[in-house]
């Protein structure tokens, strides 16, 4: 057990969060140097650990800048997203999402309904999972569990595939050097997701967002780019284009630009984290309405747990206080669960 169960008062909240501020009505999303998350300087990691504590705690949202990610990896991977979404639909339609294992592929505008309350999203997507370029699949897609299989590419566009690819590599160097600092802002040993993550097929999302009508803007709030949500995996690293529409809620419940920052990514905190961290880190709603008038592209990857992981409350999170919340589940068929609902809309 933690040091929580030692002390002579229980304390109210995990001890390492004492002086740690909790409430979350920010009014911005705070700017992180990503740097030192390549530094062999143990120091430097830990002071980039204690800033990405305070937003995940405090947030549940944050740019990076210094992510590593090349911006040629940027540009080609939005250029072979454009070429992609500009194929006539019935092209596009022959790699439907719904005849894919897990919804690898594409998916029509108004296919998804992120928000379940709402009347279906304003943005197509390709979706991809963990795939070595060049190489046949060896990961956990291959195994059979809730959320195997593999990805489906257009043969109709030279490029596509390794451009896709190569983005998705690059930001997965991201999201592997990301755990180890939320596990020092968690108190816990920077290795302690590794053998929890070693086979995680994150998940990247080409997106389009055609601009919204903005006379629908006024008659139909159930119709937007992306109902309001929060993210199924343990984060999600978004590249987003200059058009805007990203917001972000607050516990006020006030919706708060995440205005595009050019050289940035950012990072949100999923449902799998707050699960496995008894909600001490905040998978904080957000949505996208596109009021720009002109097309926006963005690229989300989800990083979540191998399959096999049981999201079980980490043990600094919880406290004779702090009870754990949630039912522990498997992050595999958790996961399928989100996915199924999300898509039910266009089964
Ligand atoms: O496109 C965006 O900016 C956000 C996308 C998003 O929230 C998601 O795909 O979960
Ligand atoms: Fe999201």
Redesign the pocket.
């Known amino acids: 057990m933690s040091a929580a169960s030692d002390s002579l008062s229980p304390p109210s909240r995990p001890y390492w969060l004492a002086d740690a501020r909790t409430e979350s009505t920010f009014e911005d999303i705070p700017v992180i140097d990503a740097a030192p998350a390549f530094s062999t300087n143990e120091a430097e990691r830990r002071k980039l650990a204690d800033k990405i504590r305070d937003a995940s705690i405090n947030v549940g949202f944050f740019y990076l800048k210094n992510h590593g990610i090349p911006d040629n990896a940027v540009t080609d991977a939005l250029a072979a997203g454009k070429q992609f979404f500009s194929l006539p639909d019935r092209v596009k339609m022959e790699l439907d999402a719904h005849k894919s294992e897990n919804y690898k592929g594409y998916t029509a505008l108004l296919a998804e309904n992120t928000d379940v309350t709402g009347n279906g999203d304003l943005h197509e997507g390709f979706d991809i999972g963990w795939e070595q370029p060049g190489a046949e699949l060896t990961s956990c897609l291959t195994r059979k569990g809730p959320m195997s299989g593999g990805n489906v590419w257009p043969s109709a566009l030279p490029g596509f595939k390794e451009a896709v690819l190569s983005y998705y590599h690059s930001c997965l160097a991201l999201g592997q050097a990301l755990y180890p600092l939320f596990a020092m802002a968690l108190d816990l040993p920077e290795g302690w997701f590794d053998d929890k993550t070693n086979e995680s097929a994150a998940i990247m999302r080409l997106l389009h967002y055609p601009p919204q009508d903005p006379t629908n803007l006024a008659n139909d709030k159930r119709q937007i780019g992306i109902g309001a949500?929060t993210?199924y995996e343990c984060f999600?690293v978004l590249w987003q284009d200059p058009a805007g529409g990203l917001q972000v809620q607050n516990t006020s419940g006030e919706w708060v630009d995440a205005v595009p920052i050019p050289g940035t990514v950012v990072v949100n905190l999923g449902d799998q984290f707050a699960r496995w961290t008894n909600d001490v880190f905040k998978s904080t709603p957000?949505r996208v309405i596109n009021r720009s008038g002109l097309e926006r592209y963005s690229i989300?990857v989800f990083f979540g747990t191998n399959y096999d992981t049981l999201l079980e409350p980490i043990e600094t999170c919880i406290s004779p206080d702090d009870p754990p919340k949630y039912e522990v589940t498997k992050a595999g068929d958790y996961v399928k669960s989100r996915l199924d609902a999300t898509y039910a809309q266009s089964a």
Do not use: E, F, R
Request: glycine share 0%.
């Open positions: 949500h993210d999600t957000h989300p």
